[in-house]
């Protein structure tokens, strides 16, 4: 049977992309939560996440770290790893919880593109090797079947993430697609390869871009010298999506400056688009 919900009455559970050049405070920014985001399960994709050294001091109790095994054997399977956190039922085993944040969910896919051309799932014959194979130094290059279907896998793995009864920050690292044939470039979050750039971006209801920007400048890339700024953009800029899906006729926070702890724009964003939680 079907069940009706009436608009505004339920929770809104987020889905919520952030992305960025490396050193913006993408991490930062994801952690430092506001209290209705509740704990935190913290998947460590990145080399060095687990750390949690980009963690303000405040928010590093709120995480519960989860470290997948990426490439780090000749026989670990990110692909079944990434899969077994998606789908785990972290509500009966951390009923405390209320967010996952995925930090990256680039490092993730790029350790499933390169089990998919190392297993050989598509050729046994037609990829380049290198290393002794069986060491954990063996790889083979991807080609294009293994970019797709790491493609299809990540955008499945995501399909998963939305299913869970959590709020759910995604990270990524940013990158560029420029067609071959002509058309405008695109900027936004990358996974593997460039094919996602323009389409990854709409399976959430929030793409927030981190940038670093000379202060009372444009955005520039990575740290650079000089006083800056980080800024939160929730509209496009020129080549890079953003934006924030609500009732609203105009977004009402097209960027936000982000402090020294970055919980200010998430206390613009509850304000701007949380609806009260409903206690059944």
Same mark, same amino acid.
């Given at each position: 049977?079907?069940?009706l919900?009436e608009?505004?009455k339920a $929770?809104?559970? #987020?889905?919520?992309?952030?992305?960025g050049?490396?050193k913006?405070g993408?991490?930062?920014l %994801?952690?430092?939560?506001t209290?209705?985001f509740?704990e935190?399960l913290y &998947?460590a994709?990145?080399?060095?996440?687990e750390? !949690? =050294?980009s963690v303000?001091?405040? @928010?590093?109790g709120?995480?519960? /770290?989860?470290k997948?095994?990426?490439?780090?054997?000749a026989?670990? *399977?990110p692909?079944v790893?990434a899969? $077994?956190i998606?789908?785990?039922?972290w509500?009966?085993?951390f009923? $405390?919880?209320r967010?996952?944040?995925w930090?990256?969910?680039? %490092?993730t896919?790029l350790?499933?593109?390169?089990?998919?051309a190392?297993s050989?799932?598509f050729s046994?014959?037609a990829?380049?090797?290198?290393?002794?194979?069986g060491s954990?130094e063996?790889?083979k290059l991807p080609?294009q079947?293994d @970019?797709m279907a790491?493609? *299809?896998i990540?955008?499945?793995?995501?399909?998963?993430l939305?299913?869970?009864?959590l709020h759910?920050i995604v990270? /990524?690292h +940013?990158? @560029?697609d420029e067609?071959?044939?002509?058309g !405008?470039?695109?900027?936004?979050p !990358?996974?593997?390869?460039? %094919?996602t750039?323009?389409?990854?971006?709409g399976k959430?209801d929030?793409v927030?871009?981190? %940038?670093?920007? +000379? =202060?009372?400048? +444009?955005?520039?890339?990575g740290v650079g010298?000089?006083a800056?700024?980080v800024? +939160?953009?929730t #509209?496009?800029?020129?080549?890079?999506?953003?934006?924030?899906?609500?009732?609203h006729?105009t977004n009402?926070m097209?960027k936000v400056?982000l402090?020294s702890d970055p919980i *200010?724009?998430w206390e613009? @964003?509850?304000? *701007?688009?949380a609806?009260k939680?409903? &206690? =059944?």
């Open positions: 049977m079907l069940k919900i608009p505004g $929770e809104r559970l #987020e889905r919520i992309l952030i992305y050049d490396p913006t993408k991490t930062r %994801a952690t430092s939560l209290g209705r509740g935190i &998947v994709s990145d080399p060095g996440s750390s !949690a =050294s303000l001091t405040p @928010y590093v709120r995480l519960h /770290c989860v997948p095994t990426g490439g780090d054997t026989k670990s *399977n692909h790893d899969f $077994e998606a789908t785990r039922d509500k009966k085993d009923p $405390e919880v967010t996952l944040i930090d990256t969910m680039t %490092a896919a350790d499933i593109l390169q089990y998919v190392t050989g799932q046994q014959t990829h380049v090797g290198l290393g002794t194979p954990v063996h790889q080609m079947g @970019y790491t493609h *299809n990540i955008s499945r793995l995501v399909d998963f939305f299913k869970q009864p759910l990270i /990524c +940013a990158t @560029y067609p071959k044939e002509g !405008a470039v695109e900027g936004g !990358a996974t593997a390869g460039k %094919a750039v323009r389409s990854f971006p959430f929030a927030i871009r981190v %940038a670093r920007r +000379a =202060s009372g400048g +444009a955005p520039t890339a010298g000089g800056s700024t800024t +939160a953009f #509209e496009r800029v020129g080549i890079w999506s953003a934006g924030i899906r609500s009732g006729a009402p097209p400056d402090q *200010n724009l613009q @964003y509850d304000s *701007n688009f609806t939680e409903v &206690v =059944s």
